[in-house]
């Protein structure tokens, strides 16, 4: 009897494997079928079709069908795209270093980049550019002004500027240059020892910009990481911004797919800073953002404040298809630490019910019901319970406040009129600026939008057709005053001052990170020790 079980064993212990090796030239077979099959279409449609083909037409439409057809992070990049891509990551552009706006058809210029080509032949805040190379941009759309003003490095440009109280034109002719797309929107000290820094995405330079205005801030004890809406970026930076808080060897990602080998990411060298740390996300928190909030929630290195993050956590890998667009495709998913899948839930080909889903004014991964049947995970030094299932849920949730937003509010911001009041009031009002507020702290003290310059808010969305609404506008008084009060800030002094002027204001995260920090002992051990 026992031979005629070993003897049968020994015939399974064959037969098995050459069943799986059947199956897959079978599945092979039927891969090869089907890609003649697409051939063959292609073929006969090229030969028989009534029109002249639009082949790249085609050829892109036929890309992007199959890949909506699969997770919501496969995409095509068009040549336009990739090269405003690179720019984003690498950091920089060549042009002459202004920022811009449209205001009544004409081409101002609301800030200049300090040491930037622009301002070192001349240019002002307010000059409005009539010419660009000696033709007309009166009446220019904002989409154009980048090909008129963005070139080669070392290639010139020459505009012609109205600028207030002068008779006659003022031309300038411009060298472009390499202009540095900044990562870090704000560094400043949020209270005395306590350092704030804001950073929107991660591009290559952003390490050596963090290192940079950490730096600033002097001697501090304790940090707030502002990584709200930050959207992601290179994966390397994440892997070093983690590692600048964290023993060296510290694990901060991982990934497996299907036909890659699972790989760990580690930290390179011992972490910089050692005070206490809040990190602050929201639902615009997405990729390499959320992969160093879950590196220092799982290693309970910081406290995790604001609101789920969006759940980006599928590694794509970038294809060049030769003509300088290309193809981002899925390959692995990235977890955490302790192993928590950064990825929310999706269906396949169903990626606009994703993305709409993503936006709804309540997070479906927030709610109670389904928080309570997302896996748990224990964080790796206190073994405090950590929720997986999607993205990033923080250690203390504030939730968005939305009592002062009204409808009347929305198309304000929805047809741009806080541009336009600000342009015409930087316009106005500038130059008595600058003498009044020679420094943000002097602004933020006395600094207030009176009744004239509201009045003239809703007569400016009045004349863009928005009817006046006394009842929404009450409500949400004090925050569009707010809102323009930091937009003046930001053209006075930098971006840093918009946000000094709003968080304090306007921020509850922000609120709520500080205060944590600021009362650690009592407050912030309660979340982040078991």
């Known amino acids: 009897m026992k031979r005629v079980v070993f003897s049968l064993f020994l015939i399974f ?21 089907q890609l003649q099959k697409l051939n063959r279409f292609y073929r006969y449609l090229n030969a028989t079709y009534v029109d002249t083909l639009q082949v790249e037409s085609l050829v892109e439409t036929a890309i992007k069908s199959m890949l909506s057809e699969l997770d919501p992070h496969s995409t095509y990049l068009d040549k336009d795209e990739m090269k405003a891509q690179a720019e984003s990551v690498d950091g920089s552009f060549s042009g002459v270093g202004v920022e811009y706006n449209i205001l009544n058809d004409t081409l101002m210029i609301v800030g200049t980049v300090a040491n930037g080509p622009a301002e ?58 390499k202009i540095p797309i900044e990562t870090i929107d704000a560094a400043f000290l949020a209270a005395p020892g306590i350092g704030y820094v804001k950073v929107n995405r991660f591009g290559r330079t952003t390490m050596s910009e963090f290192r940079s205005a950490v730096e600033s801030l002097g001697e501090i004890e304790a940090l707030i990481l502002d990584l709200s809406s930050n959207g992601g970026g290179l994966f390397d930076q994440s892997i070093e911004m983690a590692g600048y808080f964290l023993p060296k060897e510290s694990l901060v990602v991982s990934n497996e797919g299907r036909m890659i080998e699972p790989r760990y990411y580690r930290t390179k060298e011992e972490g910089v800073f050692k005070g206490h740390v809040a990190v602050i996300v929201n639902s615009s928190s997405a ?39 290309a193809v981002r495709i899925t390959v692995a998913r990235y977890h955490t630490p302790t192993g928590r899948a950064i990825q929310r839930p999706y269906e396949q080909g169903h990626r606009e019910e994703y993305y709409k889903n993503r ?30 299932g999607g993205g990033i849920t923080p250690d203390v949730v504030v939730k968005v406040d939305t009592t002062q937003v009204s409808d009347y509010m929305v198309k304000i911001v929805a ?69 323009l009060s930091a937009m003046v800030a930001q053209r006075l002094f930098s971006t840093s001052e918009f946000y000094r002027w709003m968080n304090p204001r306007q921020n509850e995260s922000y609120q709520k990170a500080l205060y944590l920090l600021q009362n650690w002992d009592n407050e912030a051990k309660k979340y982040i020790e078991p």
Request: net charge neutral; aromatic share 6%; with cysteine.
């Open 120 to 177: 070192k032949v001349g240019v002002m805040a307010n000059d409005r550019i009539v010419e660009i190379d000696g033709k007309s941009v009166v009446g220019i759309k904002r989409s154009e002004v980048p090909s008129k003003l963005r070139g080669e490095k070392g290639s010139q440009v020459e505009i012609a500027v109205v600028r207030r109280g002068v008779d006659q034109l003022l031309r300038f002719n411009i060298t472009r240059d």
């Open 415 to 483: 047809q741009g009129v806080y541009s336009d009041f600000i342009l015409e009031y930087m316009d106005r009002e500038r130059e008595k600026l600058e003498k009044r507020y020679p420094t943000f702290e002097k602004f933020e003290k006395e600094f207030e939008l009176d009744d004239k310059a509201m009045a003239r808010l809703v007569e400016l969305c009045t004349a863009k057709g928005i009817e006046y609404d006394q009842e929404g506008y009450l409500k949400s008084k004090d925050l569009i005053k707010d809102q």
């Open 13 to 33: 212990a064959c037969v098995l494997p050459s069943l799986a090796v059947a199956q897959t030239q079978r599945a092979q077979e039927r891969e090869i079928m």
């Open 359 to 388: 936006y709804k004014s309540v997070d479906s991964l927030a709610v109670d019901s389904v928080k309570d049947l997302r896996p748990k995970y224990k964080t790796l030094l206190r073994g405090r319970e950590v929720l997986g």
């Open 287 to 325: 990729s390499a953002s959320e992969i160093v909030a879950g590196a220092l929630q799982d290693w309970d290195r910081a406290i995790v404040v604001g609101q789920n993050s969006f759940g980006k956590g599928l590694v794509q890998q970038q294809v060049p298809l030769g003509d300088g667009s």
